[in-house]
Nanobody
């Protein structure tokens, strides 16, 4: 089972940037067993959605709404996953989570709040 701790959220003005970090741990998250990972977000009143995903080998995929603005990356040696968010928009406001892709119901962390507002 993978445990994750997200960090790096905050309040930012439209057009600004943030970098989210996800520290993953657990017996199945090791260099020998590299899981595809994803960043998800949930805005108030909306369903949780996958915004960015990365395979163990580094192949990435993005939701259309963030393509060209967000970049997902990972450091397998450190068991870290990152989400660089640029050109942020008010509609990016949400709680952001990382998890495996597809997600493991037992691995949701507390998430980190991102608020984009002037």
């Amino acid at each position: 089972q993978v445990q994750v701790v997200e960090s790096g959220g905050g309040l930012v003005q439209p057009g600004g940037s943030l970098r989210l970090s996800c520290a993953a741990s657990g017996s199945i998250f090791s260099i020998a067993t590299i899981y595809p990972m994803g960043w998800y977000r949930q805005a108030p009143g909306k369903q949780r959605e996958l915004v960015a995903a990365i395979t163990g080998g580094g192949r990435t995929n993005y939701a259309d709404s963030v393509k060209g603005r967000f970049t997902i990356s990972r450091d397998n040696a450190k068991n870290m996953v990152y989400l660089q968010m640029n050109s942020l928009k008010p509609e990016d406001t949400a709680v952001y989570y990382c998890n495996t892709n597809p997600p493991n119901d037992s691995s949701w962390g507390q998430g980190t709040q991102v608020t984009v507002s002037s």
